[in-house]
């Protein structure tokens, strides 16, 4: 059984910074490709950072996110660094499927960013 479960989301002033994690089990973590996702408030999916043999980051974060992750430990990072109040969303982890798509997803970490 797959479980993916975000954590480390919170309160944050314009300009911070802030580390989110994301624990993967049921999977052999270190043969997929993982994402992150959000969504803000009243908005739809926004796909953020994928992590492989690559990292790819869209381009309203690229520069201020860096996405890793440890397979020892089966998790995703995201450190979010100059963060801005367009940043505040809900902040999803996404297994990938064999394809493009991604087939398991976390139920999300809120990030407030506000002053």
């Known amino acids: 059984q797959v479980q993916l479960v975000e954590s480390g989301g919170g309160l944050v002033q314009p300009g911070g910074s802030l580390r989110l994690s994301c624990a993967a089990s049921g999977f052999t973590f270190s043969g997929y490709w993982m994402n992150w996702v959000r969504q803000a408030p009243g908005k739809g999916l926004e796909w953020v950072s994928v992590?492989?043999?690559?990292?790819y980051y869209a381009d309203s974060v690229k520069g201020r996110f860096t996405i890793s992750r440890d397979n020892a430990k089966n998790t995703l990072y995201l450190q979010m660094n100059s963060l801005k109040p367009d940043d505040t969303a809900v902040y999803y982890c996404a297994k990938a499927d064999a394809y493009s798509g991604m087939d398991y997803w976390g139920k999300g970490t809120l990030v407030t960013v506000s002053s």
């Open positions: 992590i492989g043999g690559s990292t």
